[in-house]
């Protein structure tokens, strides 16, 4: 907890309001957007009162995690869940690392671990085919008031990309995608650059993958 952080952090207020605690990791909170067509034309959508909350998302792992110590939950760290098996009402996780039991009992298995299809393959849920790639970054933005969109198959085929300020001083920049999230990225952060909104440097880019 507290390490993964190529998450933009992108909460509901609804969601926030139920993690008692997290109001103390949000970064941002945010009413209104801006969102750019390929053209460069731009619609503006705003409401009273916030809409959502840019949290920063290690922090409210770690928040959680020592919430959940605090409740009786047991954390094993340097442990991987290598399978999982039914029997009627229990489950039974296969896991491996020096820390930890070799089989786990439970009544319920909670698949939290993204794209490795092998354990969503083994709880019935079949074989993941698709996925989306994102990649995240942050940077010192020169003029940025509010969330901004920018679409388009150029900036980040199927989905994609943003700007998102934080209370830091800087400003999450990523994208996701169909493939090639490096390329699409580096190409973003490069106009971005050209166009004076970020200042030039060499970004540490983080990546994700989604599975759809």
Not at 30 to 35: D, K, L
Request: with cysteine; hydrophobic share 35%; aromatic share 8%.
């Amino acid at each position: 907890p507290g390490c993964k952080t190529s998450c933009t952090g992108v909460i509901s207020k609804e969601c926030l309001e139920l993690l008692p605690g997290a109001s103390s990791t949000i970064q941002y909170e945010a009413n209104s957007a801006r969102i750019y067509s390929p053209s460069g034309k731009h619609i503006r959508v705003e409401r009273k009162g916030t809409q959502a909350c840019i949290v920063d998302r290690p922090a409210l792992d770690t928040m959680l995690a020592q919430q959940a110590s605090k409740h009786g939950v047991k954390i094993f760290f340097s442990t991987r869940c290598t399978g999982l098996k039914f029997d009627n009402q229990v489950v039974f996780v296969q896991t491996s690392g020096s820390d930890s039991p070799a089989m786990l009992k439970a009544r319920a298995a909670i698949i939290a671990c993204g794209s490795a299809t092998s354990l969503a393959k083994d709880a019935g849920l079949g074989h993941i085919h698709d996925y989306a790639f994102g990649a995240q970054t942050e940077v010192q933005c020169t003029d940025i008031t509010e969330v901004e969109i920018y679409s388009g198959t150029k900036v980040a085929p199927g989905f994609f990309a943003w700007l998102a300020p934080c209370d830091t001083g800087t400003t999450k920049a990523g994208l996701l995608c169909c493939d090639n999230p490096k390329l699409y990225i580096e190409e973003y952060l490069s106009k971005l650059v050209k166009k004076g909104r970020i200042i030039d440097k060499v970004y540490n880019i983080k990546y994700g993958t989604v599975p759809l």
